[in-house]
């Protein structure tokens, strides 16, 4: 019979497995980021290859795909060592993510062909990429959502929202290159460029929020004003001129240039942030097994391993001291266990509610996801399809999307379900 | 290399897991339920042969204890089986709460034998069979937060609840026996009364939105108006005179009687409870076993198991039919794969977020647990004084105990962090 301390050294081990488990996932969202980022690369250089008729870049996009295949292996290997691990807590959601993506992957070299053929058009090749890096962050973002440790969950939170912030940017290069190679702006795309400044800010910012300060620091850092005042000076050429006005081309290399810079050095602040993720985990590790230590030395002391006979449980609500030798153990020993595990309960309960906390904030994303199931299945259209819906929408009517998807939620009750619309 | 199908397969693996892990936690709660009752039973028991300094009752107390004790054995073999897991999700949590409890069952020995041997007062023994009880229901409240499957997460909820409700009904008889044992009421102890009362009708209100039409009738049924006319009865009797007033002590052990038959009769409705729980668990398993089936077929269908070579993936975005034979394993397959996936991920993400929304209905104890903790942090003070001075501060203030405790919360930026009280 396990006594209450071995109960207690039992959450401990379990603890120990959770933050065994999340620096593993830790490791995958790490090598998932590399991967992003020579995928955002290739798309980028796709684009102008194909803008240029297979003309420029044609070199560059070789060398891009041999590199995205280096981490697309690598990301692969990660994936069968969290498949082999068997003790994963938030595994149903995890894998049925990688399960989504991997045919994405699977399907790159078909893509590729296509764009070497130039079968499609830069846009359909940006809307394959965007999908495939969208499938790999979903992979973060359920990474973040299982994490059971808060500290952990916190930088987790940090690195998926700098990842989001970075993939808008990209999304915004190519948005831009499109408009400049083009020659002229709408007001669709305008306004579709405005979204993805916004969406992109508001990732940093709650990048920051859940970031140190040294982090923050280095955020700063890599993005010198100088880059930055010549990025807003193309973004208001672009997007405060009347819709329809002319642009000039020759700015598209420029942007792209500006853009890329930009983007590149964001993966420096992105392997920083890996790096704090793993020493985090290891901090957190080394401490649970510090306290387990402590307790493991306690266990032999008590016969027979069980609890101690005396009354001390019930000693607060007044009890007298006992009349008798009914701690036999020792009352010391029995109060400093009693102490022992009522700390440990405690500390374990505010670590459940900051996680909530810290949770709570992955939710805009989680609302806009569930207004997007909803339109799929009361309107009967794609992933697609609800997404423009709610942009569309937002963008009419001058909110934010998840104001949109928010109240797309509160009317959820009065749409027929599954319904022809 | 697993394909995308492998990792559905696996994240349907995961999800079983995690259902059979739910169908032993399960157990679990219907065997506390079971010892809550008879040591709610006991806790009556003793505080009538404590107030008749040892005339009444003193077999019905020894029967009594043999049958806690039966029960308290079958708990700590459930115990014991749920530490022989090797795989449970919230182990940590679940485990410091089955640590915290252990050492209050070692100690019941020594307490009965201080009843027995009339050392303490009935206050002090309900007090400490209230923190025992207490002790109980959080083990149970932690395997409801726990849950990994909304449908089962809500029979949990609804279970928690109505065991947390019934446990304030007990409250309430040892606080009306002692009233009117005493001959007098007092105004401390009509609103610590009056308390119990709301408290309890709120546990049930959540019990009854939570459970369905088949086990709200049992409830109805099981709390026929002829006895509830009777408790109401002597509930006005002692809480709307003045107080002060004189109590008549004949009414004592009527209205001990009048509880108890309602207490037991709850008892009948929580095993209906238990019973709904552990078929939803099977139904559950069975279906996420159905499906499990239909996509294991598959699997042999896909040559070298591998993801389909097509760009299916990349479709909706527009991308052409394929020029050449480039899904050679058949077009039909590899989307009829793609759809499969796709759909699974959306089920898990809505089970997800129906998830967070049953949760949410523990949230507001997590409030007033999250309030006391700050207090004893900042004030210095243990659990019960606590917990004395939000319910207290409600009293005096005439507001619910969470109203309170959310205040607390909100004011605790303001507030030094251990400082003296």
């Excluded at 796709?46 to 070199?59: D, I, T």
Aim: with cysteine; net charge negative; proline share 4%.
């Amino acid at each position: 019979m396990k006594s209450g301390l071995g109960f207690l050294i039992a959450a401990l081990h379990c603890e120990i497995e959770g933050l065994e488990q999340l620096a593993r996932t830790s490791e995958l969202v790490g090598t998932i980021g590399r991967l992003v980022h020579a995928l955002q690369r290739e798309r980028g250089i796709s684009n102008v290859l194909l803008a240029s008729n297979g003309h420029r870049f044609a070199e560059q996009h070789r060398e891009q795909i041999a590199a995205s295949q280096r981490m697309e292996a690598a990301v692969r290997q990660s994936f069968e060592q969290l498949a082999a691990q068997n003790r994963i807590g938030n595994g149903a959601r995890l894998f049925s993510r990688i399960a989504w993506v991997l045919p994405g992957l699977g399907a790159l070299p078909e893509l590729r062909r296509r764009i070497e053929a130039l079968q499609i058009d830069a846009a359909e090749s940006t809307a394959a990429f965007v999908k495939l890096i969208a499938g790999l962050l979903a992979v973060v973002f359920e990474a973040a959502d299982g994490a059971t440790d808060p500290e952990v969950s916190r930088v987790l939170v940090a690195l998926f929202n700098f990842m989001q912030g970075k993939e808008f940017a990209g999304q915004e290069r190519a948005c831009g290159a499109a408009a400049f190679a083009s020659g002229r702006n709408d007001a669709a795309r305008q306004q579709q460029w405005l979204h993805l400044i916004d969406s992109q800010e508001r990732c940093f910012k709650v990048f920051v929020s859940f970031s140190n300060e040294t982090l923050a620091e280095a955020w700063r850092a890599n993005q010198p004003s100088g880059q930055i005042a010549e990025l807003e000076r193309l973004r208001r050429i672009a997007c405060a001129a009347p819709a329809g006005v002319a642009l000039d081309p020759e700015l598209s290399p420029v942007w792209f240039d500006c853009c890329t810079q930009r983007i590149d050095a964001m993966q420096a602040v992105e392997e920083l942030l890996a790096d704090h993720l793993r020493s985090v985990c290891q901090q957190k590790t080394a401490e649970v097994h510090d306290e387990l230590a402590v307790h493991e030395a306690l266990l032999p002391k008590l016969p027979d391993e069980s609890d101690p006979p005396g009354a001390a449980f019930f000693d607060s609500h007044g009890l007298p001291e006992p009349a008798s030798d009914a701690a036999p153990y020792g009352r010391q020993l029995e109060r400093s266990i009693l102490d022992m595990v009522q700390e440990q309960s405690h500390r374990l309960q505010a670590m459940s509610d900051e996680l909530e906390t810290v949770r709570s904030a992955l939710n805009e994303r989680k609302v806009i996801e569930r207004a997007k199931g909803l339109l799929m299945a009361h309107r009967r259209i794609s992933e697609q399809e609800a997404h423009k819906m709610l942009r569309q929408t937002a963008m009419n009517q001058g909110r934010r999307l998840t104001e949109v998807a928010e109240s797309v939620l509160a009317m959820a009750e009065l749409l027929p379900r599954n319904a022809a619309p």
